[in-house]
């Protein structure tokens, strides 16, 4: 039916998005001979340089393939993957390959990349805010601040930090290395998600973040004294690598506990999900391996009854490539959306009609692909290194 070849794969890193601060991001292009064209984008490990270095030495497995042939594609490379490892880096940018070869065939084939994946479950996309640092940091009032904020544009479902960071630890006189959590810095936690439940209701979705700071006894504390403030997940509340501290945080406490952005591929959950040591998992998908990869670790969470709210921190092009995946699984909950400074920007970076997200939600475009198009001249605008964007 189709005779087509992929004849370019091409990155560019350090997409800054507008915003001087913002961490920058890889995008991935793939381009055939017919003239379709393909992007994608890669998670937050990617950022510096590494991943155009893996683009440009994989682009042997990828250009001359057909297109249709994605899963093939993404295998040859997971093979050559072997010695520099399938994790971090090398997950994220393989992410970006499967983003960009599902854009591409979407457009070929002329249906939504959801179409193609299995079809939807529903047509839009439920997104939770996550807030951006509330200062002064020690003041209660000024996180339900940034908490209303995000009420005010929409969202019904929000995500706070309850880990200060080294700076804030360090400026609070908390110990920032040790993972131990101090009784007054319970109470600081406290008192702060008692002010917001307080201040938004029972019927908002409150989530809370620690990063992976603590350790376990310290994390059992403070999911237990979260308990009365019915939060809908507890996340990452000790480091992501070992799977039985995590389960015994989940046994201790009723409040739900969810991980997972830092763990590429299903190999990575295939312990976490047999063990039942999360209520809720968080795969990242531009850094887990793309939707694809993203499909497997969710059918691998459904046969154990957890459901999936992916993390993301991606500029609209990741967020869209999310969205087909969120629409295509039935374990779904909610989609990450980082920070209400960007909100603006969006319009900029792809090319739409409107806003992408209204009253908390992402329809799922019914364009052929991921549904966007990418605005180059912008992208390049938004990286001054650069003299072209995909080199
Ligand atoms: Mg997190």
Redesign the pocket.
Known sequence: MFSLKITEVNAVSLVKYFIPSHWGRLLVRIKTDEGYVGYGESGEDSRWGVGVTLIDNWAKQVVGSDPMETKKILRRIWYSMKHFGRDGITMGTLSAVDFALLDVKGKIMDVPTCDLIGGKFRDRIRVYCDTSHAEPLEDPESHVRVVRDALKRGFDSVKFDLDTGFRGREMLGWEPYNQHLRNDELKWMVKVTDAIRNAVGDDIELMV?L?GVYNTTSAIKIAKALEPFNLTWL??PVPAENVDAMREVKRSTFTPICAG?NLHSAWRFRRLLEKQAVSII?PDLNKCGGILEGQNIAHMADLQYIPVAP?NTSTPVGTLAACHFCASIPNFVSLEWHGLREAAEWSRLVKWDGSIIKDGYIMIPDKPGLGFELNEEACLEANPEAEVLFT
């Open positions: 973040d990063h996340e990452e952005e968080e993390h």
